[in-house]
């Protein structure tokens, strides 16, 4: 099966319904395990991206929330929240079919705090520097439930099963 173009013509298939030129393609053991366009437009939830909504469907369909073992096809170089969750999932490979300097003639997505272009400037702030306003309103009953989470895992502080290096 060709993982890439099943990716474009998720994608190009949302374009069609009025859904926003992304798609994402999760693969397993050579079998497609999960998939989704991105559904942004048809829901209005901002977090509704195509790697997000794969990453959700393949999880559970694997009962776990790590993808160690697949390679995840996406139409274009993750954005930063769906980049995270990437990093986050740990999956083997992440294949991505365009870059935004190759569709920004054709989409752009810039948003009140969030630009491409400076977001990872904008990131590397402080977060009393960032132009998204933030207050900081430390709680020690907020750090204790950590502390009970740690006492209810045996003491350790990382999720078990959590892939590391």
Not at 92 to 121: I, N, S
Request: net charge negative; aromatic share 10%; with cysteine.
């Amino acid at each position: 099966m060709d993982f890439v173009q099943r990716t474009i013509d998720l994608a190009r298939r949302n374009v069609a319904e009025g859904g926003r030129p992304f798609a994402t393609v999760v693969v397993k053991d050579g079998e497609v395990l999960a998939e989704s366009a991105n559904k942004v437009a048809q829901t209005g939830d901002p977090t509704a991206h195509a790697e997000i909504l794969a990453i959700r469907e393949a999880c559970t369909r694997l009962g776990t929330e790590h993808l160690t073992g697949t390679t995840i096809y996406v139409l274009a170089h993750p954005c930063p929240m769906c980049l995270g969750s990437l990093y986050y999932c740990s999956p083997d490979e992440v294949v991505f079919l365009t870059t935004r300097e190759a569709y920004a003639p054709h989409y752009v997505d810039d948003r009140k705090y969030f630009e491409l272009a400076t977001f990872y400037e904008e990131f590397a702030k402080p977060w009393d520097e960032r132009r998204l306003p933030m207050r900081y309103e430390p709680r020690e009953e907020a750090v204790a439930v950590y502390r009970s989470w740690q006492q209810a895992n045996g003491g350790r502080r990382s999720v078990a099963g959590a892939p590391v290096q």
